[in-house]
């Protein structure tokens, strides 16, 4: 339980502070978006500061949920507004509160048309992505991990590329299936156990119901995540959304997935997920190698960090579902790696875009005696991007092959052997970019403010390069609890 | 003499006043010979308002009655079905005045025939027997078809009127033969006795019955439009003026339901082997092919036509499982629906366009009209069952039911279709924001939004209670278990 000190809803506040700014902008009825940008972006800095004292009254040894708040909300069905945070949990709200303003400072001079809309929809999605991390009741789950689907249709339907429309409907379609069928499956418990709170679930389901519902859920996080051959979305929607939106996705939307493994998948459906492990290495195997190599055949800067995505996501599922302390560790250092990481890179495709309105790799070079702050910046996300070691990248990678091995040797050598494309496609890229001739003269270095959007990422993917422990400390208790409850299932069965 | 009758005539004291005013405004438009249609408008409405007024005061809570020997009934659930069909009656009348007015279609007589449909579909959920529901359903249906044929000098709003009339009448005819053949089996109309006097201890089910059933089912599945009984919706939605099907697809709809629902839980309960896989299968093809069919539509009424029959599809599904549960969601989700179609109906009469009935039409809207835009965007997701919109809740409920009772493969059929249709919903939120109107061609131009304060006021109301439902859904789902509870057969 959170301090006695706190009696404000602290939780219930940071997932609501971004949807009451939203309503904010709404009513004001400002057209052209000047204050609309400002309150957007004091709306999520104070989120993100209370998210940081969320974290200092966080207490770190328990494994439970903190925070909670509980009421009432549909009674005849059962259903409550009830959320908490875990171990689990807590570096994903991090994240967000951290990632949104980023975003909004990344928008803030490319999105001109309808400036307002975006804002709020950007608000809107924040507040939705904060409420699926922490609700703790499937429906109120369900609720947010679907809402999130329509502030980014808009965002990428507005605001995206010349091809934003497809793009737009292939997101909401593809997810949209994918989470039906979880729906289905939350259904199916929510009869089997006439509550929907997964907190007080404890039954066991039969193994015959379980491989059906775990397959219910994969549909829905696999999609997500994305997990190979679920991916295609991605790419399309990368390229066509703008920046802000594809910080965001790549930064917290697809973590949405493998916290949806972790949640639901691993405890409650143990046995189902130790029969498909092998299933799910050998898809993150592939999904590694394969998008490593498709990553290094693309000329699309948008293109080729989108994959690099999925190669990355392929980590963490390796990681989830070796059902090991370190790999699970690994897991999660990969996820909020990732999410710092890839934000970064796309900020800096955003930087680029800016300047030259192109995505082409062909179309720049020598940048590095045009744009050196921004060449520097380019490198750190980069080398992260490849795991080398001192950056946020390397711990995740490492301790998910660490705790692979203990699982499995096929899958750690094929990972691991990934990991050298990775070094390939990332180190040519930034070759190509940053260095030989010269292509134009029109590269104008960072500004200000755009400094400003890269340094907490910076900052972020170097401390937790060389000093995760924060980090393992607010996740370590959560998960060895997570582990014992699957292991105890993974008996039981 | 009076005390005795007095309560008999309490009981269809709405219908009585509707009646009255119908007739006074009959009267009224016969007598004044320059006439101000607005005025008769709000004479039915008044007269709405009064007869809701006394099913208020007249109704006992928790209370079953009947009258006339037992030929009309009230109770919790026909109270709460009532309450559906006034609120949508008035909702229809007052966002229908002005585009009526301004397409000088408004007359006298649209007022008296709202008010005869409302009392018709209000004596449908009263009757206790099969001949007066006969009677109701005429009143209502014939209504319904004069309306149709509203726009006189349209061969389109004519030939949907005459399609209407024409497989009404079948579907009036099915169910008459369904009716002669239970009376054959019970020896009476009455639902009390024909409740009665269905046993499932014997070893075969008379034939009479069962055909008898499957007729009135038929006959219902048309009005409710689900397919295979569907053919008449498109074309009917397609020729009649807006504001009429506005009212066609709204309260008839939802009356159909819940008469079916009433027949199917109260006397034909114990024929639920009989009847609920034809429920299914009513389900399976009305999700099937209404959205398969909507995803090709070009015209927006068109459109509307086979996502309702998609819609009836969940119905049907909900109606299929026989349970509480499923009656709940039934409920729920009629009145849920009918809300999200009084908005979709609201925002498209505020548009001024003869060629309004296109989807290109809409292009532009977002920037042209941003807050109804808006509206209709939220209403999309909705009736496509996005959360956190009120139209997921209502597929929620009928879901529930239906995995409750190991539909689950139908269910998932549910599910994909509701994917399939959310591919259009969102389409028309693509093209109200993602096309700009420079897209469009000429003739498209100056799509204008006229509504009278009444309009804004009931589309205002619409949005708020669809968002009241979703942050506090237990005062109206109070109401809702409570008209179920009127059903004990389980």
Known sequence: MGRSMISLPLLSMIIFLPLLGALAILFSGE???????????????????LSLILWGHYDPSQAGFQFIDSTPWISSLGLTYEVGVDGISLPFVLLTTLLVPLCLLASWTTIQDRTATYMIAFLILETFVLGSFTALDFVLFYIFFEGVLIPMFFIIGLWGGPNRVYAAFK?????LLGSCLMLLAILYIYFEVGSSIPLALTTAFSPQVQPWLWLAFFASFAIKIPMWPFHTWLPDVHVEAPTGGSMILAGILLKMGGYGFLRFSLPLFPEASATFAPFIFALSVIAILYTSFVALAQTDLKKLIAYSSVAHMGFVTLGIFTADSAGLQGAMTQMVSHGMISAALFLCVGVLYERTHTRDIAAYGGLASRMPHFVTVFMVFILASLGLPGTSGFVGEFLVLLGTSQVSVYATVGAAFALVFGAAYALWLYQRVALGPMTSQNFRDLNGRELIAFAPLLLGVLLLGVYPTPLFTMVKSSLSHLLTATEKGGRHG | MVETYLPDFLLILPEILLILTALLILGGGVIRQTPAPRHFGYM????????????????KAGESWTSFEGQVLQNDFIYFGKIIIFVSAAAVLILSLTPLLHDQLLSFEYAALILFATSGMLLMLSANDFLNLFVALEIQGLSLYILAALNRDSGLSAEAALKYFILGAV???????????????????????LARSIHMDVAVLPLGLCIGLLFIISAFA??????????????????????IVAFIANAPKGVAALVLLRLLMDPFLILYPLWSPLFLGLAVLSMVWGTLAALSQTNIKRFLAYSTIAQMGYVCLGLATGVREGLQGV?????????MMIGVFGSLLCLRNKKAETFDSLAGFGSLHPCLAFFLALLMFSLAGIPPFAGFFAKFYIFKAAIAEGFVSIAVLGMVTSVVAAFYYLRI????????????????????????????IVLILCAGVLLFFCLFPDPFLLMVQRASLVFTGF
């Open chain 2, 429 to 456: 939120i693509k093209i109200m924001y993602f096309k700009s109107s420079d897209d469009l061609a000429p003739e498209f131009y100056g799509q204008t939004v006229v509504a009278s304060s009444g309009m804004g």
């Open chain 2, 331 to 339: 409920l729920v989700y009629v009145s849920l629906y009918l809300v």
């Open chain 2, 171 to 193: 579907a009036t005819a099915f169910y008459l033969y369904g009716t002669s053949l239970l009376y054959g089996f019970a020896g009476s109309t009455h639902f009390e006795v």
């Open chain 2, 44 to 59: 039915a409405l008044g007269g709405l308002l009064l007869a809701f007024c006394a099913l208020l005061i007249c109704h």
């Open chain 2, 222 to 243: 048309f009005k409710m439009s689900a397919a295979p009984f569907h053919m008449w919706t498109p074309d009917v939605y397609e020729g009649c003026p807006t504001a």
């Open chain 1, 31 to 49: 057209k052209r978006g000047d204050n609309a940008r400002w309150v957007a972006l004091w709306t999520s800095l104070v989120t993100f500061i």
């Open chain 1, 171 to 175: 997101l909401f379609l593809y997810t």
